[in-house]
């Protein structure tokens, strides 16, 4: 099983793959490109601040005047911004505290330029290296800056800065344009990929389709006719190759359907044939024997023994090939009479005869008020009835609960019959209702049984009559339901 939310269709995997793969191209593609961009105004706003060098901090180094004041001794102007950008920083330390700070708000010379810088901002001026090369730092005061520091003639420390705030909207710019951009390109790329992985696979989508209306085929037995073979497509692409190889595995299916077919016929064939012509020597064999036992004159009495055991012995004989016959005209799809059958009474009468061959069994039947009326074949249906009573009689103890229940469940007659024997051995279940089936085969006497056809008449006779029998058992119960239209008493 896959994971939750992912997706299980070969063309939906296809393409996520691509939108995924394409995804990850275009994030690498604008992280390249944003980092770069910043690298590259960072050193530009780098170049300028090595072009200001420390003019302006250097005005600040006299202490207890203020940017602009006059010096009445040496008539110098101190902080002078006549040339200065604007939001050009610049502080004076001492020992490593912040004795001026100023900014550049405008080209006016008599603005105010003090900048009251906090404890934090002062912390972060006093870290920066004295090495001329640009830092990044936050004035909370300010903003994001890119400081150089540089020491001043009185052995001071002057920090001149730019302001990053171009820079950061550059960035920010060319962020909001290529997630645009690529966001628009994953749309446009998914709803494409998706048509395209939809076109090429279609030729798998018919080879699923064909496998799939295959597989809902019933192959088990009879004549199967497959569905036309899937489109060709494309020898030398994968999916040609599998629609290809696809086609030629049905063909050989077919060719194997139709020899199994054409061998079950012949089997049919001969269990027919040979059962209808084993009917009258075995009925021979069988009148000759009971014809010796009625002689009047003496017989040995090893003699008169053989003779009856070839008389049951014919007799059973007898039995095996008119069901082998049955199950033959049945598999030829022969039709059974149809009419009106009184279930009830069938399953009324079944269990009297199964009372009176096992006394030693208990019985117990379940009718409904009304009677229950099918349309069938009455003497099929009661061989049915009276194999399902013969198999419980005859592979359950004496002493064994036997229950037939009847009713009618959403337009079908529904027929039990449940035993709390021992059940029926686990290998021989899968198949109880095939021929020559016997739970009792591996019996050291090999004594009792049958031939093993009488469960598998049960079922090829309700399936002949649109109907349906199965089997639940277990250690101390089992259970053969049967079910089969209701007629339209309409």
């Known amino acids: 099983m896959g994971r939750p939310g992912w997706p299980r269709t070969l063309r939906a995997r296809l393409t996520v793959g691509l939108v995924v793969l394409l995804a990850v191209s275009c994030a690498a593609v604008g992280v390249a490109a944003v980092v770069e961009l910043e690298r590259f105004l960072t050193s530009r706003v780098d170049q300028q601040l090595g072009d200001v060098g420390t003019r302006f901090p250097a005005s600040l180094e006299h202490s207890g005047r203020l940017p602009g004041e006059r010096d009445d001794h040496d008539g110098d102007e ?41 404890a934090r901002d002062a912390r972060h001026l006093a870290a920066v290296p004295v090495d001329g090369r640009g830092h990044s730092v936050h004035l909370s005061a300010l903003d994001d800056y890119r400081v150089s520091a540089g020491r001043g003639l009185d052995g001071d420390v002057l920090i001149t800065g730019l302001p990053l705030e171009p820079v950061e909207a550059a960035v920010h710019r060319l962020e909001l344009v290529a997630g645009s951009v690529f966001g628009v390109a994953l749309a446009v790329t998914g709803v494409a990929g998706a048509l395209w992985v939809r076109w090429s696979l279609r030729p798998l989508s018919r080879v699923a389709a064909t496998a799939t209306r295959v597989s809902e085929l019933p192959l088990a037995s009879g004549e199967v006719a497959l569905p036309p073979r899937a489109p060709a497509a494309d020898p030398r692409s994968e999916v040609g190759r599998v629609a290809s190889a696809f086609n030629r595995m049905l063909g050989h299916v077919e060719d194997a ?24 020597p075995v009925a021979s064999v069988r009148g000759h024997a009971e014809l010796a036992l009625l002689h009047p004159g003496p017989v040995p009495p090893e003699v008169t023994r053989a003779l009856e055991r070839i008389a049951a012995e014919s007799c059973r004989m007898g039995e095996m090939v008119d069901e082998m016959l049955l199950l033959a005209r049945l598999d030829a799809g022969r039709p059974l009479e149809r009419g009106a059958v009184d279930l009830t009474r069938l399953v009324l009468d079944a269990v009297t005869d199964a009372r ?54 959403a337009g079908s007659a529904v027929l039990t019959v449940h035993d709390d024997g021992p059940g029926i051995p686990d290998d021989v279940r899968p198949s109880v209702f095939e021929r020559f089936t016997r739970a009792d085969r591996r019996r050291p006497d090999g004594s009792g049984g049958g031939a ?39």
Do not use: C, M, Y
């Open 78 to 118: 101190r902080g002078d911004t006549r040339h200065q950008a604007t939001g050009t920083f610049g502080a004076r330390l001492v020992d490593g505290r912040v004795t001026n700070a100023a900014v550049v708000r405008s080209g006016d010379v008599t603005a105010d330029l003090n900048v009251h810088l906090t």
């Open 257 to 280: 359907l139709t020899k199994r077919h054409a061998s079950e016929e012949r089997l049919r064939r001969f269990a027919a044939d040979a059962s209808h012509e084993l009917r009258t």
């Open 356 to 409: 009176a061959a096992g006394p030693g069994h208990r019985w117990t039947l379940d009718l409904p008020e009304e009677p229950v009326t099918v349309p069938g074949d009455a003497h099929r249906l009661q061989q049915v009835l009276a194999n399902l009573l013969a198999n419980a009689r005859l592979h359950t103890p004496v002493g064994t609960a036997v229950t037939v229940t009847l009713h009618t469940e």
């Open 452 to 490: 093993g056809l009488g469960l598998s008449i049960v079922a090829a006779v309700v399936e002949a009559h649109g109907g349906s029998v199965a089997v639940d058992s277990g250690p101390g119960a089992t259970t053969f339901t049967v079910r089969l239209a209701v007629a339209d008493t309409a």
